[in-house]
């Protein structure tokens, strides 16, 4: 995604698709990082590796009473605020895979989150979407 950024923008070849398109993408790119940033204080144990500590709590406040991954939802944003300020064929695929990839990510997660919580966990998820609040 950086290397298709810097393509477009050192070359001068970042496509015009609408008027105010740059401020739309740094909307979406800082609310990405609000929301990550959110997630990260709220949830202290945030790893690469998905794994969970002797004692670990469910995490179902703050930005997680919204969805059920926040971190990778604004992960998720960053990319797309990216591709709509760099709307370059290469940044979309990278929008693209970052989306699956996080799907991906966030069911392995919720695999290994109701094998330790059960029937709680299952009732967060019932009430709780997994990346857009209301719709999925």
């Not at 909307?27 to 500590?53: E, K, N, P, Y």
């Amino acid at each position: 995604m950086y290397v298709g950024i810097g393509y477009a923008v050192l070359g001068g070849r970042v496509p015009f698709w609408f008027s105010g398109q740059r401020i739309v993408g740094t909307g979406v790119v800082l609310i990405g990082a609000g929301l990550v940033a959110w997630a990260v204080l709220h949830f202290r144990s945030w790893r690469f590796r998905a794994a969970l500590d002797e004692g670990h709590q469910l995490a179902a406040g703050g930005p997680f009473q919204l969805m059920r991954h926040p971190i990778y939802m604004g992960l998720n944003l960053l990319a797309l605020g990216s591709a709509i300020w760099v709307p370059t064929p290469t940044l979309w695929a990278a929008c693209l895979l970052m989306f699956i990839g996080s799907d991906l990510r966030g069911r392995a997660e919720e695999r290994i989150l109701d094998e330790a919580f059960g029937d709680s966990y299952r009732d967060y998820c019932r009430h709780t979407k997994r990346f857009v609040p209301g719709l999925y």
